[in-house]
């Protein structure tokens, strides 16, 4: 079992820029990816960005240039540094990591962190 803490979310003015963290329980080496994905109201879940275990990365088009994803191995944590942000990016942010133990797949998932974009 593997348990997600994000922290970072809050309120900012459009073109802001906040980071957030994913404290993650236990040595991050062994879980071949982790990501961030948003949800609006009314919207479903969506991928924001994805890093795997070999430092491979992965952005939707709607934040690729703005939004960077990172990892720390020593601190067990992963990063969204969001940029130039814009309203649209209003949502509940979710950590994930997923791992493979013994050909069966486990998705883990945080409790969400509100980032609200508004002047």
């Known amino acids: 079992q593997v348990q997600l803490v994000e922290s970072g979310g809050g309120l900012v003015q459009p073109g802001g820029s906040l980071r957030l963290s994913c404290a993650i329980s236990?040595?991050?080496?062994?879980?071949?990816?982790m990501g961030w994905y948003r949800q609006a109201p009314g919207k479903q879940r969506e991928l924001v960005a994805t890093?795997?275990?070999?430092?491979?990365?992965n952005y939707s088009d709607s934040v690729k240039g703005r939004f960077t994803i990172s990892r720390d191995n020593v601190k067990n944590t992963v990063y969204l540094q969001m940029n130039s942000l814009k309203p649209e990016d209003t949502a509940v942010y979710y950590c994930?990591?997923?791992?493979?133990?013994?050909?069966?797949?486990?998705?883990?998932w945080g409790q969400g962190t509100q980032v609200t974009v508004s002047s």
């Open positions: 890093i795997s275990s070999r430092d491979s990365t």
């Open positions: 994930n990591a997923q791992e493979w133990v013994r050909g069966v797949h486990y998705n883990y």
């Open positions: 236990r040595n991050i080496l062994s879980l071949y990816v």
